[in-house]
């Protein structure tokens, strides 16, 4: 058995109006070697909009909170480095 | 030695039912309880997506010893087994779709708490760090004075 497991989930499609919609979900499955534990890790990865003409669509579902906390974290990050370096330089 | 044998089976199939608990755990995560049932609101079709975190795990074990301590002739012989395992779910929304006559779109879910608690955490980051190097250079400065 993998270490690390990536899937992409597709879910059953439900029609919306014109619209059929296919929701699909990222799922990584971890298993630690050498104790009993697991971790599941499911997130919403995308959306499949069919339109009436046949045309499809793939929206992705984005994570606006941890792209903003991540990036907030990575600029305190780099403010320290920044002044770190101003102060060492004077 | 026959107890010892009977330990170790108990131990084994005990191990056993945890294995196949946590590859059914692990195959029930899927699609469908990342996305949530879908709500109507007059032409509007909306439907909630969350992230989820779940965790499991646990262990058995089991021991023996001999006391000749008090009694050499007669040493007291004790064994023990134990087990124990634990397990979180943490749910988060990410965000909602939302299914109009004008089309499909993804709303993403703003958590303006986790955030601000993010860059309070960054910026106390921020001022410790300072404030520490600025400590050092006082200290060494008074040293060389």
Known sequence: ?90 | MTDETNSNELENTGLDRYQETMEEFLSAADVRVVYGEPIQHNDTTIIPTAEILCGLGFAVGSGSGTDTGHNPDNPSVGKGSGGGGGGRILSRPVAVVVASPEGVRVEPVFDVTKVALAGLTALGFMVGMTFRMSSKRRALTSVED
Do not use: F
């Open chain 1, 1 to 90: 058995m993998p270490m690390i497991e990536r899937e992409i989930q597709s879910g059953e499609a439900l029609q919306v109006g014109n619209y059929e919609i296919t929701p699909q979900a990222q799922l990584y499955r971890i298993r630690i070697p050498g104790c009993r534990a697991a971790l599941a890790w499911n997130r919403p990865h995308a959306v499949i909009v069919r339109n009436e003409d046949g045309s499809e669509e793939v929206l992705p579902v984005r994570d606006v909170t941890r792209e903003v906390i991540w990036s907030i974290l990575a600029g305190g990050l780099l403010g320290t480095l920044l002044i770190m370096l101003m102060k060492r330089a004077r």
